[in-house]
């Protein structure tokens, strides 16, 4: 007889296939080619059919827990009865919502429970105070994973013992972009063989910075033929067409909202920008650096476990106008560079943040073995160009 297949179930509350998602996707999938019973759960928010779809186009399992503010108790229930029924050994848990729910639910006496703190975006009171129901429910999970060196020290000062904290890398599948996408996609917005396509990828939030990268485009005659796309949706998009216009960049901004084609995207860019004052480790940076793009980015949250100035990209203080602008102009400016820093980039997400090396170190976390603490990358003192 055969013995009976684990099961691992990743639980999001989503709003869109962002970088979270797409590495409960993969972490999903590493888990269901190594003979676990593996699925995808999404606390029904406007994302989740979107994510479970993609879950289920890749052979997975998939479930939806019901959820409403006015009969919390039945989602509550729902979530707990779940796991119970399925027999589910790990329940791997994503963002402030799936966490607090989890733990309210008391699923933990039926499972282990694991965490992943993607990161913490405090715009706002509200956020602030989700924050902070977070961080009280984490104390009751089985083990916390953390993304970066930064969100350890926020984990451990919230009173998580050490012993229940691991820091992990993000990883991501190689991106695959589709035949003629760059061709098409530079055609359906309009750019020239001479425009030069900066490429945002990322929420449209106070915390992401994207205000900082007008100003530093605004008024300055090098950027005359940089174009530059913002994919992803956001509460500040308006506000940054409005700037946009004010500062004269309108005619060259374009804005395509949420979109899910983003290795096609990529292959359209020139150059990706991440100009964020918050951060943890950017899924959108690592297919970035899978893709060979040459990047400008600033040093928010766990980005210097990817990227180092003056070897595989260009990396300014975050929240730097004028750092950026320079960098921004030197980019521009320095084909051969952009080609050496891609190519060290490629080379380091091939050696670091593969879905292989992050899955293998959750599946100890499952098997409740210790991890081992990640090594330093990029490894520092190597030439420049």
């Known amino acids: 007889m055969n013995p009976r297949r684990k099961i691992a179930m990743q639980i999001i509350s989503t709003d869109g296939v962002y970088g979270a998602e797409r590495v409960v996707l993969d972490l999903a999938e590493y888990f269901a080619r190594r003979a676990w019973d593996s699925r995808v759960v999404a606390i029904d928010c406007p994302g989740a059919d979107a994510l479970l779809e993609l879950a289920r186009a890749r052979g997975l399992k998939t479930h939806k827990i019901l959820a409403s503010n006015r009969f919390l108790l039945h989602t509550l229930r729902d979530l707990r009865e779940y796991v119970a029924r399925e027999h589910v050994d790990v329940v791997h848990a994503h963002g402030y919502k799936a966490d607090t729910l989890l733990q309210w639910s008391g699923a933990r006496r ?131 067409q409005s700037l946009a216009a004010s500062l004269g960049l309108g005619a060259r901004t374009r804005f395509t909202g949420y979109r899910a084609d983003i290795p096609d995207l990529l292959a359209a860019g020139d150059l990706f920008v991440l100009p964020s004052i918050k951060e943890g480790l950017p899924i959108a940076l690592l297919e970035a650096m899978a893709c060979g793009m040459p990047i400008v980015s600033t040093n928010a949250g766990a980005i210097s476990m990817a990227l180092e100035h003056a070897r595989n990209a260009w990396v300014v203080p975050a929240g730097d106008v004028n750092a950026l602008a320079d960098a921004l102009a030197q980019a521009v400016s320095r084909p051969d560079l952009r080609d050496t820093y891609a190519r060290r980039a490629h080379e380091d997400f091939l050696r670091w943040f593969s879905v292989d090396a992050m899955g293998a170190a959750y599946a100890s976390i499952y098997e409740g073995r210790s991890v081992a603490e990640p090594a330093p990358s990029p490894q520092p003192g190597l030439a420049q160009p």
């Not at 953390?146 to 904290?165: D, F, K, M, N, Y």
């Open 110 to 240: 039926h499972a282990r429970t694991v965490s992943t703190c993607h990161t913490w975006y405090s715009d706002t009171w509200r956020m602030k105070f989700y924050e902070f129901l977070d961080k009280l429910s984490l104390r009751r999970f089985h083990h916390v994973a953390v993304v970066s060196p930064q969100l350890r020290e926020e984990v451990l000062a919230a009173g998580i013992p050490a012993s229940r904290v691991s820091l992990v890398r993000n990883g991501t599948a190689m991106p695959v972009a589709t035949d003629g996408a760059r061709q098409r996609l530079r055609a359906e917005f309009g750019y020239g063989a001479d425009d030069l396509v900066l490429v945002r990828v990322g929420r449209l939030a106070n915390s992401k910075g994207n205000d900082l990268l007008l100003q530093a485009l605004a008024g300055k005659p090098q950027f005359e033929h940089v174009r530059v796309l913002f994919v992803g949706d956001g509460e500040e998009q308006s506000l940054l």
